[in-house]
């Protein structure tokens, strides 16, 4: 069986340091906001090339405390991307934005094209959320003009993307604030929720602390109707000691499957993710897109290779949004080929090159010649 994540691989490399983190953070007996929460941040923030990070609940949270302490006001209009886990509209709808969506490129991420038009049609668009989808970096010189150009305040969401680069400059580190998720299946994936918002702002750094932790300002004392969304001092220990320092050597594990994929999977007739040159990407996920999608699910199946749909429907077209106020500035239509064309290959940093080969062999064998590349 070759699973899209191996969470018992991971746990044979990482379980003892994951233990000493909990019998050290067992026996401080401090367990909320104390000394383990501030090491990560600071080690988070070095890495991601920011002033601050701030550890929170989770991703989504990430989003809409980096909104909120942003100053995001009550029904204003944050642009946005179609495509994409449901939590980044969420985060955006949490923190009482409208979602803008444009269409995405086909790579998935949000087209910049599409977001200029829009933000000429309306001056009084000041948020944007875009997300470095797949782990795959968008163009940063071209968001920083766009954040030039319109006053925008970004909120870069990089939960896919913890390490990616454009042009030697990490994501997460351009605009206002970004999010980051420690979700099992991400990255930097930890053994339960969490998550980080990250910004070179101080102000913004304490109007994040405050609304982490229930809108306090000082003790009892609060100013903002904030939320319970800590990150604990268990998973910042669990973090600092057993994750951190093994991302470095993950990511290469991931882009040297990336390489042999890329290589090969193009012969086999499925459409692979075009990279920038400037680009860094840490995959993610690694996404092919075809026409017989089902097909090539199925003959993966069948030898044991686990494969998934991100995303098989998109965010405008969720039954939760129907009865909610939103925009398309254009019509999603190339983000509901991808949604009806992706499919992800395993990646993981623990693929044996064994494996690698397999993937690649049964793609093969189920598409060539049969299956033409989509989009
Ligand atoms: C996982 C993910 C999130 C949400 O993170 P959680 O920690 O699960 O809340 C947000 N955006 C994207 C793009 C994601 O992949």
Excluded at 10 to 31: C, F, K, M, N, T
Excluded at 155 to 177: K, L, M, P, T, Y
Excluded at 369 to 375: C, E, N, R, V
Aim: hydrophobic fraction near 45%; include cysteine; proline fraction near 4%.
């Amino acid at each position: 069986m070759i699973e899209l994540n191996d969470f018992k691989r991971q746990w044979a490399e990482i379980g003892p340091d994951v233990l000493a983190a909990v019998e050290r953070v067992g026996r401080s007996g401090r367990y909320i906001l104390d000394k383990e929460v501030t090491r990560f941040e600071a080690e988070l923030a070095k890495l991601c090339g920011t002033a601050h990070a701030i550890g929170v609940g989770n991703g989504m949270d990430a989003i809409e405390i980096a909104l909120r302490a942003l100053g995001l006001r009550e029904a204003e209009r944050v642009l946005t991307t179609p495509f994409s886990a449901f939590a980044t509209t969420l985060g955006i709808l949490r923190a009482g934005g409208i979602p803008v969506f444009v269409d995405v490129d086909d790579n998935g991420n949000i087209d910049l094209d599409q977001c200029r038009a829009a933000l000429t049609t309306d001056r009084s668009i000041r948020f944007f959320v875009p997300v470095h989808l797949y782990g795959n970096p968008l163009d940063l010189d071209r968001l920083l003009r766009l954040k030039r150009d319109f006053e925008l305040t970004i909120v870069e969401d990089c939960a896919q993307a913890i390490g990616a680069a454009f042009h030697g400059r990490s994501v997460g580190s351009i605009g206002g604030a970004a999010a980051i998720s420690f979700y099992p299946t991400k990255n930097l994936g930890a053994l339960g929720d969490a998550g980080a918002m990250l910004t070179n702002d101080a102000a913004v750094a304490e109007g994040a602390r405050a609304l982490r932790n229930y809108g306090q300002t000082s003790s009892y004392l609060h100013q903002h109707i904030g939320l319970n969304s800590r990150l604990d001092e268990l998973h910042a220990a669990i973090l600092s000691d057993a994750l951190l320092p093994r991302l470095q050597s993950w990511t290469t594990a991931r882009r040297a499957t990336a390489a042999r994929y890329r290589a090969a999977l193009p012969g086999c007739g499925v459409r692979t993710i075009e990279l920038a040159d400037s680009a860094e990407a840490v995959w993610h996920l690694f996404p092919v897109f075809g026409h017989r999608r089902e097909q090539l699910r199925s003959q993966l199946s069948a030898r044991g290779i686990q494969a998934a749909i991100h995303y098989p429907r998109i965010i405008p077209d969720q039954a939760a949004m129907q009865p909610i106020s939103f925009q398309c500035f254009a019509e999603p239509q190339n983000a509901r080929i991808l949604a009806e064309t992706e499919l992800s290959l395993p990646i993981h940093p623990f693929l044996t090159e064994a494996e690698r080969d397999e993937v690649i062999a049964a793609c093969s064998r189920s598409l060539a010649p049969a299956l033409q590349s989509a989009g």
